[in-house]
């Protein structure tokens, strides 16, 4: 078996791509056009389209699982979404484990965009051991 | 204009969600970085994307005995009871001043092939800060046999 140890680290870059909004659209089934439509991102005062912030979300939950090896173990996320992922955004996941106890590994996650500015906020995730 | 506190309590459900492999497969791979096509596109599953999300075989023979959702499918079928909040028309909320604020989830069971999902949500907070309307609902998805598979925190946030 693995070992686990509070202090190990673990980080996922990705890059939205000019198709991700609607390839994650098609997925998800969230298809509002604020991800799609470039016209109506613009209109909303978003300079463009969007990423759907629950597919940040799930690039998060995918470093973790790279981390803990089964995606089956992942027990619990919780994000604040603090800054929109626009199109060319490429976005940098850094866990950190913070506790590990009866069972249960807890780590703190940030990501943050080619600026440096933090796209999560909060981000915290626990697996089952 | 502010949301009215006095929806707090709406329920919302129950909703079915039956899940199939493909589905599975196509959401891990939008995530992971490929195209969600099986057929047409044919490029196929992200390099690094893990096995028991996508390949049969290694699915079969680990513990889940079966591909297996990528926990935040989630989004896929749970995410009713907000939806339908977020469009009631007594609620008045504009879609284009709403952005995702804050998301939680616990998940409790994997999910497999062949699942029967339901969920039930309710509006569990109204609040505003400044000129910022929340609106919070809180929905629990079963599966076919009783069990809780993910519980979850849907917040959004509308600029006033």
């Known amino acids: 078996m693995r070992a686990f140890a509070v202090g190990d680290t673990f980080t996922l870059v990705r890059t939205c791509d000019p198709y991700r909004p609607i390839y994650y659209a098609a997925a998800s089934g969230d298809f509002n056009p604020i991800h799609i439509d470039r016209a109506v991102g613009e209109a909303a005062g978003l300079g463009g389209v969007i990423l759907q912030g629950l597919c940040t979300l799930g690039w998060a939950v995918d470093a973790f699982i790279h981390y803990l090896g089964d995606p089956g173990k992942v027990a619990r996320i919780q994000v604040r979404f603090s800054r929109p992922v626009a199109i060319s955004d490429t976005i940098t996941f850094s866990g950190k484990v913070t506790a590990i106890a009866d069972g249960r590994l807890t780590a703190e996650l940030s990501a943050k965009n080619q600026r440096g500015e933090d796209v999560l906020k909060g981000a915290v995730v626990e697996g089952r051991l | ?160």
């Open chain 2, 1 to 160: 204009m502010a949301l009215d506190p006095k929806f707090v309590g709406r329920a919302y459900g129950p909703f079915t969600y039956e899940v199939g492999v493909e589905k599975l497969r196509e959401f891990a791979y939008a995530v992971g970085g490929s195209i969600p096509s099986m057929g047409f596109s044919g490029v196929g599953p992200p390099s690094d994307l893990h096995p028991f999300l996508h390949d049969k075989e290694a699915a079969a023979a680990s513990e889940y005995g079966a591909v297996i959702g990528m926990p935040n499918f989630a989004v896929v079928f749970a995410i009713t009871p907000f939806s339908k909040a977020c469009t009631d028309p007594e609620l008045g909320v504009d879609l284009l001043r709403l952005v995702h604020g804050e998301q939680e989830f616990e998940f409790l069971q994997v999910v497999r092939p062949g699942d029967v999902l339901t969920t039930r949500g309710t509006i569990t907070d109204i609040s505003a800060k400044k000129s910022l309307d929340f609106l919070t609902v809180t929905t629990e998805s079963h599966n076919q046999r009783g069990e809780v598979v993910v519980r979850a925190k849907w917040t959004a946030v509308i600029r006033g």
